[in-house]
Structures are given as C-alpha cells and as structure tokens.
C-alpha cells in the first residue's frame, strides 16, 4: 500500500535512494542563489570553525554577562499563567538568578527577582531553596519574617514595621526584571534597560510566527536533563540533519534502505534572519514510501517520530510557517537566539527546546512537546508515542554529547571542517563570538583611562 508522500528531500543523492514514487516535480533545494547554502552567507565564510568557544572557561564567563543577561530569554508559556494570581518561579543557576513570573490582579504579565527586599531571603519556593514552584495566589510571603507582597510586586505588609528606622513601606518593592510575551511565549530579559524591545529582536522571520494557534496546543509532555557538555555542542546537534542517518538510523523506518547509515538525508531549506536561524525538512509520515517503511507500532498508534499522524484542525491559514513554500514540508526549527528553539510540525503541533548553561561543560536541556489536547483514546495515544519516541531520538542525541565535550577539550585539533548542511552551526558559533566581541570591546571603551 502506499500512502500520499509526494517527492522525497531525503535519500536524494543516494545510491540507495528509496523506490521512486509517483509525485509532483519540485526543485528539491530551492536555494537562494546558485552555489551552496554557505556560500550565499560570504560573512560566514567556508573555512574550518574553532568550537573554543565550548570548552573555554574564561569564554563561558564572558558568554553569561555578554548574551545570558542582556538578552530576550524564553522562560515559559502563557498556559502557565492560566488565570489571575497564577505565577511560577525559574531558576536559572548558570546565572545565579531566580525569577518569579506572575499574572496580576488586572491580567498583566510580570516577572521578578525572587529575592525578599528585607534580608535577601529567596522569596518562594517549593519543598527546598532549590526547588522551583508555582500556583495561584493573592501575595507572595516570605518565610523568614514574614514580609508580604502583592502580585505587582508592591510590599504590602512588614512585621512589626513601626520596629524599623524611616522605614517607607510604600516606597519598598521586589526588583522587578523586564518580561515581554509575543504569540505566548514568556520573555525575560535582565540587563538594567533592554537594547531593544522583544518583538524587534524577534525580527522579521520568527516574528512572523505572531499568528500562528500556538494556544491552541497546550496539552504538554516536557523532558528535562542535565547533561555533561557545554549548552552549545548539544543545540548543534538540532542545527543540522546530517547526523540522522549515521545516529538515528532506526528514525527513518525499518526497511534496510532507510536503516542504512550511509543514507543522505538533507535539510530543504535554510534562512538565518539576524542572530536567529530556521531549517526546513521534510520528514512526516506521508513522507515516507509505505506501509513496509513503518513500525506496526508506528501504524498502531498512528504516530511515530515525526509526531502523530492526523493533523488537528487548527482553522485558517498558519503565518509564518514553512517560509519558502516546500511542497513536502514537514518540520520548521526556528533558532531564536540565545537558547530557544521552536519546532513546528507540519501535522499541527509543536516542540520547544531550551539550553540553559550551568558551567562551560554542563547545561540543563529542556524539552517540551504541545498538541491540541487529544479527545479520545486514540487521540492520546498518538500524542503519547510521539513523546515516547522523543524521548528514544533525544536520548540518542545526548549519548554522543559527552564524547563530543571530552574531544573537544582534548585539544588534538584546534579547527573543525563543517558542511553545507552544517550552516547552521557555523553561524550560532559566529554569532556568539559577534555578541561576546562586542561585549568585550564596550568593556574596554568603557575602562577608565
Ligand atoms: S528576609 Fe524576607 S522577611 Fe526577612
Ligand atoms: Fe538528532
């Protein structure tokens, strides 16, 4: 039986290409100009890349203060913030910081340094000082003498006030921390006066994701792991799809034609907009050749690695999406630089990933998938695979990271050759050593002579 794939993007300049299947004829790599990928990026160059960026102490200390606290960083999801008075707290320890994001009384969207105005005490918590907590409330007490707060971060209450020297409640408040939302993504951002507002960071490509019914998916699975690399070695590993075939061999069906790890498999589109990046693959099910090329538990549950496969109706036209029009268009990744990735699938529903640096060689990753919520069994069961066998393909990403890490600060080699397909990665590492040159540099400007 053979099911609606259309032209493949994968397998197209191998020897052991999948059997030909009846389909329009599409230009496969629509690139921007003649020549490769790279090449249309001359600011990129072609030549062997440095990863010292990944091993380098004195790089990560500068990486924190240069990018982590001047930029736009995506801490959770207005699903969290269900109603009036819900908050949560985040703890970012890479930069010793912990943040309270609250929804106040008249709806507005807030975020804090979770940090008592009396002694310092870390405001809230659930179970130990480390633990990170959330849930609805009218105030915010502190545990140790008992200061209050309302949801706008405004003192409220001071035991045994009238014990203090000039003490001016009303004049006493949380610090608060910049905090944007754009299509219900939750922003932060905790330098003094942000450089930009989030919607012009987000620029015109990820910008014009703003309509797309992220809301509407709020059943979610989340991952989270701490791993022994440094934050950028594993995002590379989401930067290109080179790796597939040699890593996740088993991802693209059982046929021994997709199980061979000298299978190509290529990305159909690149596009960097600023510091932000976006791959375009095929890669659903209806890209596949048929039933032979499926898992029975893939066709049991009808869903698999690329997610579940009947699409919800999510209504209208989606913006934003698959920008340069691939007629097999499966997944988009949108890079939204530092440490934000959004994949959208093409059967209507989302990931997130977040890296957030705890060291030059450890970072916690964070995973979450979101559909529309399932409304039936069946429903449920294609959402559950799918995030089982996240989990399966995350895992197999992260079993090269330690090795990647150790490599790397062996020192045997100082530069890396990168492919076309590893555009992508040539440009994050280029961007992060732009943004840590220019921090560097306003350091200097700014030393006393
Ligand atoms: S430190 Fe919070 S009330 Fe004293
Ligand atoms: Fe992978």
Redesign the pocket.
Known sequence: MVLDIGESCSGARSGRRPPKVEGPSVARFPKPAEGTWTEHHPALGTGPVSFEDSVSPAFYELEREAIFKRTWLNVGRMEQLPRNGSYFTRDLPGLRTSIIVSRDVDGRVRAFHNV??????K?LWEGTPSDETGGNARRFV??????RYGLDGACTY??QENEFFGLRKDELRLAPVHCETWAGFIFVNLSREPRETLRSFLGTMVGALEGYPFHKMNERYSFRAENASNWKVFSDAFQEYYHVPPLHTHQLGPTPEAQNPEYEFEGAHYQIDGPHRMVTTSGTYKHRWSLEHLYPTEVLTRSGSTGPWDAPDLGGTLPGVNPSGISRWGIDNFQVFPNLEILIYERGWFVTYRYWPTSYNTHVFEGDLYFVPAQNVRERLAHEYAALTFKEYGLQDVGTLDGTQMGLEQGAFREFPLNDQEILVRHFHKTVGDWVDAYARERVEAAPR
């Open positions: 008592c105005r009396h002694r310092g005490n405001l502190c545990r140790y003498h008992g200061w001071v035991h």
